[in-house]
């Protein structure tokens, strides 16, 4: 079975076991093959946290789930240096973040010192724990959710943190029929209590994952697409063009680069060995929307970041 055949099983897996998230499901893939992490924002019981654990099931890698509380401590997610009285000497005790795949669940409830542990180890892949480093594993990514819906007792993640992340995904309900479908999956595990065993041999390895994340980088992309992107992202910084009243920061070129990987991903993950501006599209409001800083004004009129995305869209010219 190739790499790709692998991925592609992985997609049609999740997809049975997150109904009505094919959205989520692509950027989770997306994110996988781009060695970025995922802000995940959406009402509670959208299947956020059954999603990453589906995801942990289709890898070959250990996973870790952390509940974000205000009461969190650095040292909780990070470790700590533990004496011990035999030797009398300190040991680090590895925290968390020392897994594969991480699931940062409310991210906005932490304060934060425990956030900035986090966006050290989501941006170096490092962990430092008083005059020491520790290099993280090379499969590392971080999903983390955020509530909509509740203010009281979250912190808002800095605008550092959330240039961090590979792409914002916004979730809403899934459809009727499949709420349905959700229902009669959920009652069937409720009346089986033995889970089905994990296909070990279907499972992404580490070889898989690094192989895969090479022919990404290998997509052709043309270099009229490849001004086309980025001119997309420079059109937000314009302070001269007609975006400029509702963006006060446009995307960095940090944003550049995640939107040209997510672009890659999307078109391999289609079976494409070329990127077509249908695959930028495709990705733009995710890899873009918490890298637009709207202004005062936009807010006032109530002017969303998607909405400024899509006047971009219809700015900047099709090659």
């Known amino acids: 079975m190739s790499v790709y055949e692998k991925f592609n099983t992985a997609r049609q897996d999740l997809s049975k076991a997150i109904i009505g998230q094919s959205v ?29 654990k589906e995801l942990a099931n289709c890898v070959d890698g250990v996973f870790q789930r952390i509940q974000f509380t205000p009461d969190l401590l650095p040292a909780d997610i990070t470790g700590t240096e533990i004496y011990l009285p035999a030797s009398g000497e300190f040991k680090f005790q590895p925290g968390p973040l020392f897994n594969q795949i991480i699931l940062a669940d409310e991210i906005n409830r932490a304060p934060a010192k425990v956030q900035s542990a986090l966006l050290e ?11 020491q480093t520790y290099p993280l594993t090379e499969l590392f990514m971080v999903m983390a959710t955020q509530n909509p819906i509740e203010q009281e007792g979250t912190y808002s993640l800095p605008e550092a943190q959330l240039d961090r992340f ?71 910084r314009d302070k001269s063009g007609s975006l400029a009243r509702h963006i006060a920061f446009g995307a960095s070129p940090r944003g550049t680069i ?34 637009i800083l709207m202004t005062y004004e936009a807010e006032a009129e109530g002017v969303t970041s998607n909405e400024v995305i899509d006047q971009l869209l219809s700015l900047v010219a099709v090659p």
């Open 24 to 52: 989520l499901v692509d950027r989770l893939l997306i994110a996988l093959l781009a060695d970025g992490h995922l802000l995940v924002e959406g009402a509670p019981g959208l299947a956020k946290t059954r999603a990453v």
């Open 121 to 131: 180890a989501m941006a170096e892949r490092q962990i430092s724990v008083g005059q």
């Open 166 to 236: 590979l792409m914002h995904v916004l979730i809403d309900y899934p459809p009727a029929e499949s709420e349905l479908e959700i229902l009669r999956m959920v009652r069937s595990e409720n009346s089986n209590s033995t889970p089905p065993p994990i296909n070990k041999s279907a499972q992404l390895t580490n070889e898989d994952i690094r192989h895969a994340r090479q022919e990404v980088n290998d997509v052709f992309l043309s270099e009229q697409v490849e001004n086309y992107l980025v001119r997309l992202v420079t059109e937000t």
């Open 258 to 291: 995640s939107l040209d990987a997510c672009a890659r991903a999307h078109a391999w993950l289609n079976g494409q060995d070329y990127v077509a501006p249908a695959d930028i599209h495709a990705v733009i409001h995710d890899a873009l929307r918490h890298r």
